[in-house]
T-cell receptor
Framework: QKEVEQNSGPLSVPEGAIASLNCTYSDRGSQSFFWYRQYSGKSPELIMSIYSNGDKEDGRFTAQLNKASQYVSLLIRDSQPSDSATYLC????????????FGEGTQLTVNP | GAVVSQHPSWVICKSGTSVKIECRSLDFQATTMFWYRQFPKQSLMLMATSNEGSKATYEQGVEKDKFLINHASLTLSTLTVTSAHPEDSSFYICRGSQGAMIYGYTFGSGTRLTVV
């Protein structure tokens, strides 16, 4: 079992729809969770971080964390073509310092 | 805050030569620098972790004599690809961290290496 698993995708949604990206992790010692966006040919860009159970909203983005289910998700409301990218889920464990474990990424395409 | 400047953004070199990639933390002290490699349409692969003033720790399968990492100061870490070959062509990205996930979120802009 991979430490961090994401929907393999690709995921395609129409413009204006809600895009839902999911991530599960295997280590219950994980404490910090991050969503990065990576455009083709560019380095990853942090868009959301979440540390406690529940929802965290930032503009059109909402991160959801459920530690009991070892599940973290990212919702993108009112999806725009500019949101088309690969989204990477990353997890940090207290015992690993600042090391991040990444999922394989989910490619999202928002169709105009 | 937490800006990591990476240079060069792209480089083309001849097979057998060496290439140096620099990552500088501009507004924080990067006690740790992570170096990643990414092949097209693949996820990030952690190559090595370096702590300022210490030898780097390499991931399994990464040749430490080929990928030389220097982290001599809190603001600068370098990766040198020695005797580069076409199979080393990839996207190399660094990520700096100060302490336990303080300012540890930001990647450098990446270096596209092409070996011909």
């Amino acid at each position: 079992q991979k430490e961090v698993e994401q929907n393999s995708g690709p995921l395609s949604v129409p413009e204006g729809a809600i895009a839902s990206l999911n991530c599960t992790y295997s280590d219950r010692g994980s404490q910090s969770f991050f969503w990065y966006r990576q455009y083709s040919g560019k380095s990853p860009e942090l868009i959301m971080s979440i540390y406690s159970n529940g929802d965290k909203e930032d503009g059109r983005f909402t991160a959801q964390l459920n530690k009991a289910s070892q599940y973290v998700s990212l919702l993108i409301r009112d999806s725009q073509p500019s949101d088309s990218a690969t989204y990477l889920c990353a997890v940090n464990k207290e015992t690993s310092g600042s090391r991040l474990t990444f999922g394989e990424g989910t490619q999202l395409t928002v169709n105009p | 805050g937490a800006v990591v400047s990476q240079h060069p953004s792209w480089v083309i070199c001849k097979s057998g030569t060496s290439v140096k990639i620099e990552c500088r933390s501009l507004d924080f002290q990067a006690t740790t620098m992570f170096w990643y490699r990414q092949f097209p349409k693949q996820s990030l692969m952690l190559m090595a972790t370096s702590n300022e003033g210490s030898k780097a720790t390499y991931e399994q399968g990464v040749e430490k004599d080929k990928f030389l990492i220097n982290h001599a100061s809190l603001t600068l870490s370098t990766l040198t690809v020695t005797s580069a070959h076409p199979e080393d062509s990839s996207f190399y990205i660094c990520r700096g961290s100060q302490g336990a996930m303080i300012y540890g979120y930001t990647f450098g802009s990446g270096t596209r290496l092409t070996v011909v």
